[in-house]
């Protein structure tokens, strides 16, 4: 065999193998949408009012994605958007019709341990990131001198969540996930108006809004 015949050969095999670990690279990492049920708790609260006192149970929708780098090992990310309603705890009649909504932003990055590399893969893992945080609370036109005000409260937060789901392979690029994680996120600071009609408002009485959310969502092959 000639030297050239050899280089040919050598070249063949090398891009074989690059391309070979380029697919398997693209096959390792998916990318998909998820739907989420929120429901808030009192877990760690500081205070004698917690986050389930206030808040309703909500939805959630993200855009996250998987990088199965090994057989037993996934790392991630997770952006999603949360709305929820207040709860009972905002009806005060003696203010008229008074109501209260959360919504949420965050993106997480996440690492997981998978029990199984098969069709089927339970795992544990954890997330970690930031969450945006915006409250209002509404206090509608048939309040105390018919005005309508509206009270907004912004906070950036850390964030940490722990997790366990199960990943089923649907097909050859379509994988299910199921999943349940709770979110712990640091005390919020009670924030005080003094409003000349009300008189003092505060918009976090519930110290953290630490919540619970049950997931269903599906990863694509790129």
Request: charged share 15%; proline share 3%.
């Amino acid at each position: 065999m000639s030297k050239l015949s050899i280089i040919i050969l050598l070249c063949i095999l090398i891009c074989t193998s690059f391309n070979a670990s380029a697919k398997k690279r693209r096959k390792d990492l998916q990318m998909g949408g998820r739907i989420a049920y929120t429901m808030p708790n009192n877990w760690g609260k500081a205070t004698s009012i917690g986050f389930k006192d206030v808040a309703a149970k909500g939805v959630q929708f993200a855009y996250f994605g998987r990088w199965f780098y090994a057989k037993r090992l996934s790392l991630g990310w997770d952006l999603a958007y949360q709305t929820q309603k207040g709860s009972e705890f905002w009806d005060v009649d003696n203010y008229g019709e008074v109501s209260a909504s959360y919504q949420t932003i965050q993106l997480l990055a996440e690492g997981n341990y998978l029990f199984s590399h098969d069709e089927v893969r339970p795992y544990i893992g954890v997330a970690f990131g930031g969450f945006w945080l915006r409250n209002h609370v509404n206090f509608s036109a048939n309040s105390i001198n018919n005005n309508s005000v509206v009270y907004t409260a912004d906070n950036i937060m850390p964030g940490v969540a722990p997790q366990v789901g199960i990943a089923i392979e649907l097909s050859e690029k379509t994988m299910l996930d199921i999943h349940a994680r709770l979110i712990l996120i640091p005390n919020l600071e009670e924030e005080y108006i003094q409003d000349p009609e009300i008189g003092l408002i505060t918009l976090n009485p519930h110290g953290a809004q630490n919540h619970l959310s049950l997931s269903l969502g599906l990863l694509f092959n790129l």
